[in-house]
């Protein structure tokens, strides 16, 4: 198991591309704000499509939530390790999307 710090903005970098596509934004997303929105959305656009992990995608942006709102380190930690151990489906969750609309 990987002991590399997880931060709000790696998840961001890492899956914020991937989320756009799914959700047709003209840019992926680079604050907290627009990705839980835009995550939000690509759950429930993938839910509609029939793709498997949209309901990952919603826990995901409330652990996201919940983490950046944590003042405690540990706590914090946890919550978005928990979150990114549930974003590692948006890649597949994307090129599934790009199969279906290709």
């Not at 931060?7 to 914020?16: F, Q």
């Not at 959305?41 to 996201?64: E, Q």
């Amino acid at each position: 198991m990987s002991t590399a710090t997880v931060t709000i903005d790696g998840l961001i970098r890492e899956h914020a591309p991937a989320v756009a596509y799914i959700t047709d934004e003209p840019a992926p997303a680079t604050t907290l704000a627009e990705f839980t929105r835009q995550l939000a959305y690509t759950a429930d656009r993938c839910d509609k499509a029939g793709i498997a992990g949209s309901d990952d995608l919603a826990t995901a942006v409330t652990l996201l939530l919940e983490g950046a709102a944590e003042t405690g380190n540990a706590a914090k930690s946890a919550l978005l390790r928990r979150a990114a151990v549930l974003l590692r489906v948006v890649p597949d969750m994307a090129d599934e999307y790009r199969d279906m609309v290709a």
